[in-house]
């Protein structure tokens, strides 16, 4: 395929993104592995180019360049794809292809990225009863197409309940400050739960952060709970997943919450974490398709 597939990715999101995204780690750990599969993986890093302006220009000669790959790498057993774009791949893909979205898709990935620094995980995490808030969210109210915008009636219903604190940060911008990233980091620190809800796409990067800083998520989704591999993670026992319906009935539930039990959830955090990384999501994707062949 032209060059176009494999360019780099104009934007640093999250701030806390040092290293490559996942598609990119995935793009390059099949590289290095090169094992046969009965589904192919169609090399290409959709975020990265899709994000472009010349994008819409230049989709039409994409199109074609993948439809002349697909011609000269038949699969009897189909193609698989990764992408972190919320809308997934915006080319048409060969009939029994297989996408594995962070956010879109068949079957649900991390949104995750890779931050050689870790820098999250470097902060002096406080336990239970040293932090000062029940549940925070720091960021943005995202509109989405799927009824209701899931952030908007979070921030109606949470807002002004004693122990939440609620801090919009404005309108969506690749650009992150410094002090807005302070103020996340620190109010997510002294926070017994965190809000991940979703977005314009189903996944939140924040999901994952919340974990790195030591804060159980709540993942808040209303069309599709769209959490990764939850043929292998107990979501009871990692979280708090709520649809936005039921947003009214939250406080009471995190109340209800004991210390043991807040801390049982971070230790199976630390059992099932590998798949929260790029690597260990790099290896899970691989096993599923080498299933496929036995």
């Known amino acids: 395929m032209i060059s176009e597939f494999?360019?780099?990715?104009?934007?640093?999101?999250?701030?806390?993104?040092?290293?490559?995204?996942?598609?990119?780690?995935?793009?390059?750990?099949?590289q290095d592995v090169s094992l046969p599969t009965k589904r192919k993986y169609i090399p290409a890093l959709w975020t990265n180019f899709?994000?472009?302006?010349?994008?819409s220009h230049r989709r039409d000669a994409m199109q074609s360049s993948?439809?002349?790959w697909v011609s000269a790498n038949p699969s009897d057993g189909g193609y698989f794809v990764v992408v972190q774009y919320d809308d997934g791949p915006l080319l048409r893909l060969p009939e029994n292809t297989i996408v594995y979205g962070a956010c879109s898709g068949h079957i649900p990935i991390p949104l995750i990225y890779q931050d050689v620094s870790n820098r999250l995980v470097s902060y002096q995490r406080k336990s239970f009863g040293e932090k000062s808030l029940l549940c925070s969210f720091v960021g943005n109210?995202?509109?989405?197409?799927?009824?209701?915008?899931?952030?908007?009636?979070?921030?109606?219903?949470?807002?002004?309940l004693?122990?939440?604190?609620?801090?919009?940060?404005?309108?969506?911008?690749?650009s992150v400050s410094g002090d807005l990233q302070d103020?996340?980091?620190?109010?997510?620190?002294?926070?017994?739960?965190?809000?991940?809800?979703?977005?314009?796409?189903?996944?939140?990067?924040?999901?994952?952060?919340?974990?790195l800083l030591g804060t159980i998520p709540i993942y808040i989704w209303n069309d599709i709970c769209w959490l990764p591999f939850q043929d292998i993670?107990?979501?009871?026992r990692l979280c708090i997943v709520i649809h936005i319906s039921d947003i009214g009935c939250l406080e009471s539930r995190l109340r209800s919450v004991t210390e043991s039990e807040y801390n049982a959830m971070l230790n199976y955090y630390y059992e099932i974490k590998y798949l929260f990384d790029v690597e260990g999501m790099s290896?899970?994707?691989i096993r599923q398709n080498m299933r496929e062949n036995r």
């Open 6 to 30: 494999y360019c780099k990715n104009k934007d640093t999101y999250p701030p806390f993104k040092n290293g490559l995204y996942l598609e990119e780690y995935f793009f390059q750990k099949w």
């Open 50 to 55: 899709q994000i472009e302006g010349w994008f």
């Open 66 to 68: 993948l439809d002349a």
């Open 141 to 160: 109210i995202t509109s989405n197409d799927v009824f209701p915008n899931v952030r908007a009636v979070m921030f109606q219903t949470l807002y002004n």
């Open 162 to 174: 004693p122990g939440f604190r609620l801090i919009n940060s404005g309108g969506w911008s690749a």
């Open 183 to 211: 103020v996340f980091i620190n109010t997510t620190l002294d926070s017994k739960f965190a809000l991940a809800p979703r977005g314009y796409g189903r996944g939140s990067f924040r999901f994952f952060e919340c974990f």
């Open 233 to 236: 993670i107990d979501y009871n």
């Open 283 to 285: 290896r899970e994707i």
